[in-house]
């Protein structure tokens, strides 16, 4: 299982595809199957039964995208960007923008 960039809070653009140029956040990442959930990205209709809880109808839901189809969002543009590592002084090893060197970590 190869490791991903992506993780769940993040803020991404997306590359490809018919949402291509929308940003939003990670609500979910599945490293196993390379694919990320991003909030308002990659739309679709599921016709849902009534149940206890739930009302029956058509539910506009979020599918996955495949991570390679994201990239970070810059926190100083707002443009993509690609990722590097940094050990900071504290001895953290944190995420960086290539574009701007902004720390992505929290």
């Not at 739930?54 to 443009?79: C, F, L, M």
Request: overall charge positive; aromatic content about 0%; hydrophobic content about 35%.
């Amino acid at each position: 299982m190869a490791s991903m960039n992506v993780k769940k809070g993040d803020r991404v653009v997306v590359l490809a595809g018919k949402d291509k140029g929308k940003k939003g956040e990670v609500i979910a990442s599945m490293p196993s199957e390379q694919r990320v959930i991003v909030q308002g990205v990659n739309l679709v209709k599921r016709h849902t039964r009534a149940s206890a809880t739930t009302q029956g109808g058509i539910v506009e839901k979020e599918a996955s995208i495949h991570v390679s189809n994201v990239a970070h969002e810059d926190p100083k543009d707002g443009k993509a960007t690609r990722i590097g590592h940094k050990i900071l002084e504290d001895g953290r090893k944190v995420r960086v923008a290539r574009r701007s060197g902004e720390v992505i970590d929290r």
